[in-house]
């Protein structure tokens, strides 16, 4: 009955480590989802940019023709060449930010994961420490010692 109580708490310290191995496992999957999550958003958004700036190039267009200007050069060319540079970079950004927040997400994942590692094997440790304990303090009492009078 002596080394019950250590073999309990052993027991227990590994729980805990394994519970949170898991919760950090599970953490991960989490964030690894929302990190997708987090990029179809990107690259939805990149769309509406792409779709608006066509809209946006086809009122310039409208516009250039109905004031007599030829698009095919000068001022006029450049205008929507410069619009379309613009449009391509804001899909750029949009696409990078979303990958930005992904990659950080996915970044904490892995961290969350591997503190949960790091726990379970503290938790080896742990019961370790607590079985040695044990043993010593029934080593101690099988001797006809007592831990109180040390005798």
């Keep these: 009955m002596e080394m019950a109580g250590p073999v309990l708490g052993a027991g227990a310290a590994l ?3 394994i519970a949170a191995n898991k919760a950090g496992q599970q ?3 989490a964030l690894y989802g929302q990190a997708r999550e987090e990029e179809n958003a990107g690259n939805a958004q990149a769309l509406r940019v792409k ?3 066509r809209k946006i190039i086809g009122e310039q267009i409208a516009a250039q023709a109905g004031n007599g200007f030829r ?3 000068g001022s006029a060319l450049d205008a929507l060449t410069e619009s379309q540079v ?3 970079l804001d899909m750029m950004q949009v696409r990078r930010d979303a990958m930005m927040k992904a990659r950080s997400m996915r970044a904490e994942g892995d961290m969350r994961a591997q503190q949960g590692t ?3 094997m503290g938790s080896f440790l742990g019961a370790g420490s607590k079985i040695m304990g044990g043993m010593s303090d029934w080593a101690t009492a099988s001797a006809g ?3 109180a ?3």
Aim: proline residues 0%.
């Design 15 to 17: 729980l805990g480590g």
């Design 27 to 29: 953490n991960k999957a």
């Design 51 to 53: 779709e608006q700036a």
């Design 71 to 73: 698009g095919d050069g």
């Design 86 to 88: 613009n449009a391509t």
């Design 118 to 120: 790091f726990n379970l």
């Design 145 to 147: 010692q007592t831990l």
């Design 149 to 151: 009078t040390g005798a």
